[in-house]
C-alpha cells in the first residue's frame, strides 16, 4: 500500500493557474548576461512533476541570451519587437507573430534589434531527472 500512496503523492494535479505578475523579475538574460531583461519564470511556479518550461522574456535594447548548445528541442515566439535569432551559425531576423523552432544538440542564440525590446514566449523540456537503476529480482532478494 505505501508504494500506491508514494505514486499518489509523486502524481501531478489536475492544472496549475498562474498569473504571471507572481513570477516577474528583473534580471540579465540567461547565457552571458548580455544587457537586461525582464523574466516571467511562469512554469517556475506549477507544482511538480512537470515536464515543460514555460517562460516570457522581454530583452531590453541591446540585450541578447548569449549563445549556447542546447540539449532538446526549443521555440522562441516573438510576441513584440524584432529580434535575430542564431542556430549553428544560421541566422535570421523575427518580427511578432514568427516563431524560431530550435534543435537538440544546436548552439543558439538570440539578439534584440531595432528601437524597442523583444518580447519573447520560451517553451523548452525539463531535463529528465536521473533515474536509479533497475534492479533484478534476485538483486533485491525477492523470492
Known amino acids: 500500500m505505501s508504494g500506491l500512496l508514494a505514486l499518489l503523492l509523486l502524481a ?17 538574460p540567461p547565457h552571458g548576461a548580455i544587457g537586461m531583461s525582464t523574466a516571467w519564470r511562469i512554469s517556475d511556479h506549477a507544482p511538480q512533476p512537470r515536464r515543460m518550461e514555460f517562460r516570457r522574456r522581454t530583452l531590453d535594447i541591446g540585450s541578447a541570451i548569449g549563445e549556447h548548445p542546447i540539449a532538446h528541442d526549443e521555440v522562441y515566439y516573438v510576441l513584440d519587437g524584432e529580434g535575430e535569432v542564431v542556430s549553428d551559425g544560421q541566422r535570421a531576423t523575427l518580427k511578432p507573430g514568427m516563431t524560431a523552432y530550435l534543435y537538440d544538440g544546436a548552439v543558439v542564440g538570440i539578439w534584440q534589434k531595432g528601437d524597442k525590446p523583444l518580447a519573447l514566449i520560451i517553451a523548452y523540456p525539463v531535463a529528465e531527472p536521473k533515474q536509479a537503476p533497475v534492479s533484478s529480482p534476485a538483486e533485491r532478494k525477492e523470492p
Open 12 to 28: 501531478a494535479p489536475p492544472m496549475a493557474v498562474i498569473d504571471e505578475a507572481d513570477t516577474v523579475r528583473r534580471e540579465p
